[in-house]
Structures are given as C-alpha cells and as structure tokens.
C-alpha cells in the first residue's frame, strides 16, 4: 500500500509560480508517478508523469513549457514546479503512483486507469 500526501497549493497571482509536494510511505517501489488536476465543473485530467527509474517525463500540451515534475528519492517526494501560472490552472492537484513495476511506455501515463494510488489533493487558485 502506498500513501500519498500532497502539499503546496495555495493563491497565486496570474502569471505567478508555485510548487506542489508529494510526499510518498508504504511500499515505494512504483515506476510511474503523476499529476492530474480537476477544475470545478470539469474532468480530472493528466498533467505531467515521470517514470522514476530513469527520470524520463511527459507533460500535458497545456502545461509544457510552465511545469516541471521531478523527484527526490532520497526523500521519497515527487514535485510540481508550476510557472507563468494562468487562470486557467485553478484547479484541485492530484499525485498519482502506479502499482505494477516494469516499464510500460507513456502513451496512457496521463490517463487515470493507469495509476493506482491517489492523493487527496492540494487546492491552487490563481487569480488576476
């Protein structure tokens, strides 16, 4: 079982930066880390994934070029770093791990069914 537990989200102004935490116990030998966000109204969608073997990443279309995910494995944390924030951002952010080990690509890693664990997530409100 693994635990998930985000920190880090807060306001921001538009055009602002802020970076998430996820802090990971339990059995920590997943492959696969994420971030999704869900907007009020909206779907939950993928973000950005890093395959924590080797650092490899994938990042939303919307989200490339502003964020950053990254980990510390000494610490067992997966990071956000979210800049040139706009509106459109607010949204509640999720971690993400997957159970099963061994390499499986990226092309589902932004999609929910292809992780395990969850988060509770961490609310990011960016306003002008």
């Known amino acids: 079982q693994v635990q998930l537990v985000e920190s880090g989200g807060g306001s921001v102004q538009v055009g602002g930066s802020l970076r998430l935490s996820c802090a990971a116990s339990?059995?920590?030998?997943?492959?696969?880390m994420g971030w999704f966000r869900q907007a009020p109204g909206k779907e939950r969608e993928g973000v950005a994934a890093?395959?924590?073997?080797?650092?490899?990443?994938d990042y939303a279309d919307s989200v490339k070029g502003r964020f950053t995910i990254s980990q510390d494995n000494a610490k067992n944390t997966l990071y956000l770093q979210m800049s040139s924030l706009t509106r459109e951002d607010t949204a509640m952010y999720y971690c993400?791990?997957?159970?099963?080990?061994?390499?499986?690509?990226?092309?589902?890693?932004?999609?929910?069914?292809?992780?395990?664990?969850w988060g509770q997530g961490t609310q990011v409100t960016v306003s002008s």
């Open positions: 993400a791990a997957r159970a099963s080990s061994g390499y499986s690509g990226f092309s589902y890693s932004l999609t929910e069914n292809f992780y395990t664990y």
């Open positions: 339990g059995y920590t030998g997943t492959n696969y």
């Open positions: 890093i395959y924590t073997r080797n650092g490899i990443t």
